[in-house]
Nanobody, 118 residues
Framework: QVQLVESGGGSVQAGGSVRLSCAAS?????MGWFRRTPGKERERVAT???????NYANFVKGRFTISRDNAKNTLYLQMNSLKPEDTTMYYC???????????????WGQGTQVTVSS
């Protein structure tokens, strides 16, 4: 089992930045961020493997950066140039297996809300 706790969400104006964090109870090979708005399907945002390989959804490329600190078992998502359509719940996910794929994640956090006002 892996427990994941997200933090860092909040309210920001369009064009602003937010940094999300996810503290994991232990190391896992693959970690990622997803987002979901009630009534809509979950969207992939970004993944990162232990080797540092990253993968991003097209809509966040150039705006969001995923990173991890393995010494702290912590995952980050730096979100820049935020848009109102980025408003939703963001979820941290983890899986001990490799390689990272979008559909593999076994463990999920409770989510953190990001609200972007225009």
């Amino acid at each position: 089992q892996v427990q994941l706790v997200e933090s860092g969400g909040g309210s920001v104006q369009a064009g602003g930045s937010v940094r999300l964090s996810c503290a994991a109870s232990r190391w896992t090979y693959c970690m990622g961020w997803f987002r979901r708005t009630p009534g809509k399907e979950r969207e992939r945002v970004a993944t990162i493997g232990n080797n540092g390989n990253t993968n991003y959804a097209n809509f966040v490329k150039g705006r969001f950066t995923i990173s991890r600190d393995n010494a702290k078992n912590t995952l980050y998502l730096q979100m820049n140039s935020l848009k109102p359509e980025d408003t939703t719940m963001y979820y941290c996910a983890a899986d001990p297996r490799s390689p990272c794929t979008w559909s593999m994640f076994q463990y999920w956090g409770q989510g953190t809300q990001v609200t972007v006002s225009s």
